[in-house]
């Protein structure tokens, strides 16, 4: 990936329970130069992990720094923001991505080691509005002011990080704004909209979406953590789709059905009712969005995915489904077994590590 | 270091090669055509829209059908100067507006798309306000319309290479009464020319004739355009009697389009001089004058309104 890094990396992961979280842990454990991963969250992993070690905290920034200088870490990839509305109240979402960011931001300005912070941010940043270009680029503010709760925390999160990178620094920032994720394990208020039998549109519009697979988001993600790249980056996949494009390949159907008057309105109405409409997608499917990828490109960073073959991957899982439902997790975090196959003296190193890339002479959390 | 990455705002200095190191190097877009051309995105044969929105298969059927009906038989369009249009690499076309509902863009794209040896296809810039209208929101990207944002103009032009059409006039000229017709209202505030020099493209101008008679707007109804929620509500021979489709009844006015020398932006000092207000102002108002110029010249040669 990025050339040379003769440096040994000790990287900290926030939000590990989070897809992000865990699949990036696990790409990181297969460079050697990564030498320590530190995940933390609230919660347990979903993924099996090989030699990262899980602390589980709370977003308090005096126990953050206590562990950031315990463990002398360098790297602080931060990708617990929450950035759909599915997934957590609003309430919930503002903790977790104003407060938390904060709490974040603060330790690494009091641990004295932390020389990198990666930030995965949202192209909520920008919005969708009438007015916006085609294609937003990394230099471009968002032409009004955040419409929804979700948006006004990502804008003032990135703010805080903003600021943080002008007052410390030592410490490298990056962020990386992402288009709309697709992928299998993802829930998000667009995968939930193309698993409707018919996938509702707005009278009258049909607008342009750009989207980026799941692997795409964790492998930038590995790429900003191992590189020296500072500044702000889009992540979207290569090509915008028109929504009527985007469900055709996924094999639905259009229903024009909502009203192009009085959207929010109806929306408003629906969640009285109990269906709760994501706010952040009534823009969306009105307005759309497009974001400029080149300069990750230029960054050297290549996508695996174009936007067409996220929604084509998507289509697939969707397919595949009603077959899939009920079967157990492949993993489940026990802290028994984990301690026991990190620390115990009968655990055979050398015929562990059998999963692709990792060396097996890799000792845990390389103390 | 850090002083001068800034993650929000600001444009980005391209970071040189030989400064880079911890902490956090930006990169920025390479500057010249051909590396950012590399990193644009790759081109998917199967898709049937292109990044824009825009569909070959939509603006193919409206093309052999409605546009072709109007510029062979309604309109009866005839195109002088079209080898001022360049064959490849971008074009900034700049051309007079009238209409309620104006045909003038569309016979334009045709014009291009038929006369034009490499067959150029065009893009049209629109206003913000279409994609709030339902129906027009959909259709006008499919068709080849571009929202005129600076910075779709410059992707267009710079990145793409492509032809694109602007009306300087915007909205006051489509607003326009039948007693004002050919002439041209305040070319907005040069934005067009900045554009196509930081594009370093040449800039061609387009002067029509035909446009204003096909729809006479006799007057605009402020009452009725608040209440409908219209950006205006004209009154032609056919808008409002015969409802909402009167909107689409054209006259047959026989159309006349001269494609106008190009000036050449990269003699004018390019992409330096493309913040120099009074040079923009003037490139502004010397093209504003010609289009004139040659709009009362083509008036004066016209005898007949329908004939030509």
């Known amino acids: ?367 | 270091m850090a002083s001068d990455r800034t993650p929000l705002g600001a444009t980005v200095e391209p970071a040189a090669e030989e400064d880079q190191g911890p902490p956090g190097t930006e990169v920025a877009l390479p500057a010249e055509p051909e590396a950012r051309r590399a990193l644009m995105p790759a081109i998917e044969p199967e898709r049937l829209v292109n990044d824009w929105g825009r569909s070959e298969r939509v603006e193919g059927a409206i093309d052999r059908t409605l546009y072709e009906f109007f510029y062979r038989y309604w309109f009866r369009v005839e195109v002088e100067g079209i080898e001022n249009v360049p064959d490849r690499g971008g074009a900034l076309l700049v051309s007079n507006h009238a209409g309620a509902l104006p045909p003038d863009a569309a016979m334009i794209a045709k014009a291009l798309r038929d006369e034009h040896p490499a067959s150029r296809r065009l893009y049209i810039t629109v206003e913000h306000f279409f994609k709030g209208y339902p129906g027009f929101s959909m259709l006008l990207p499919k068709v080849g319309g571009v929202a005129a944002h600076p910075a779709n103009v410059h992707r267009l032009l710079y990145d793409e290479g492509e032809c694109v059409l602007v009306f300087p006039e915007g909205r006051k000229g489509t607003e326009k009464l039948f007693k004002d017709r050919y002439k041209l209202r305040r070319f907005g505030r040069g934005g067009f020319v900045r554009a196509a020099m930081r594009a370093e493209v040449p800039l061609v101008p387009i002067a029509l004739v035909g446009a204003e008679e096909a729809m006479p707007v006799f007057a605009q109804v402020g009452l009725l355009r608040k209440l409908t929620g219209l950006i205006y509500f004209p009154v032609t021979p056919t808008f409002p009697w015969l409802g909402p489709l009167g909107i689409l009844a054209y006259l047959p006015a026989k159309f006349k389009i001269r494609f106008l020398e190009p000036i050449d932006t990269v003699a004018l000092g390019g992409r330096e001089a493309a913040d120099d207000r009074a040079l923009v102002q003037t490139v502004a108002q010397e093209i504003r004058a010609r289009i004139q110029e040659n709009l009362h010249d083509m008036l004066a040669e016209r005898r007949s309104v329908w004939f030509g």
């Open chain 1, 1 to 367: 990936m990025s050339a040379e890094e003769p440096t040994a990396r000790r990287v900290l992961v926030t939000g590990l329970a989070t897809t992000w979280g865990g699949q990036l842990a696990r790409a990181l454990e297969s460079h050697p130069q990564v030498e320590a991963i530190i995940g933390i969250d609230s919660s347990e992993p979903r993924v099996e992990l090989e030699r990262t070690e899980f602390v589980k905290v709370s977003n308090r920034h005096s126990l953050l720094a206590r562990i950031l200088r315990a463990a002398e870490i360098d790297t602080v990839v931060d990708v617990r923001l929450a950035v759909n509305s599915v997934a957590m109240t609003p309430a919930e979402a503002h903790e977790n991505n104003v407060i938390g960011t904060m709490s974040i931001l603060a330790a690494c300005q009091e641990s004295d080691c932390v020389r990198r912070l990666v930030f995965k941010s949202s192209a909520h940043y920008y919005g969708s509005e009438q007015d916006d270009p085609a294609f937003f680029t990394e230099d471009m503010r968002r032409p009004h002011r955040p419409r929804t709760r979700l948006e006004r925390d990502i804008v003032e999160a990135e703010g805080l990080v903003a600021e943080f990178a002008h007052t410390t620094p030592r410490v490298g920032v990056a962020v990386a704004r992402c288009a709309n994720v697709l992928g299998p394990g993802l829930d998000t208020a667009f995968t939930r909209l193309f698993a409707l039998p018919l996938v509702p549109m707005i009278l009258g519009f049909d607008p342009r979406l750009q989207f980026v697979h799941q692997d795409d988001v964790v492998r930038a993600l590995e790429f900003l953590t191992l590189s020296d790249l500072g500044g702000t980056y889009n992540v979207a996949a290569d090509g915008v789709l028109a929504l009527s494009e985007v469900i055709s390949l996924l094999g639905k159907r259009p229903a024009p059905v909502v009203p192009p008057v009085g959207t929010g309105l109806l929306a408003s109405a629906l969640r009285v009712v109990g269906v709760r409409v994501p706010e952040e997608l009534l823009n969306l499917l009105r307005f759309g969005r497009g974001l400029d990828n080149r300069k990750l490109k230029a960054a050297g960073f290549t996508y695996t995915h174009t936007s067409r073959e996220a929604v084509q991957r998507l289509g697939e899982h969707l397919r595949l489904e009603p077959v899939r439902r009920g079967l157990e997790p492949a993993y489940t975090y026990e802290r028994e077994v984990e301690a026991f196959l990190r620390w115990s003296p009968y655990v055979r190193r050398e015929r562990r590590g059998g999963r692709e890339g990792v060396e097996a002479d890799h000792e845990p959390l390389g103390i």
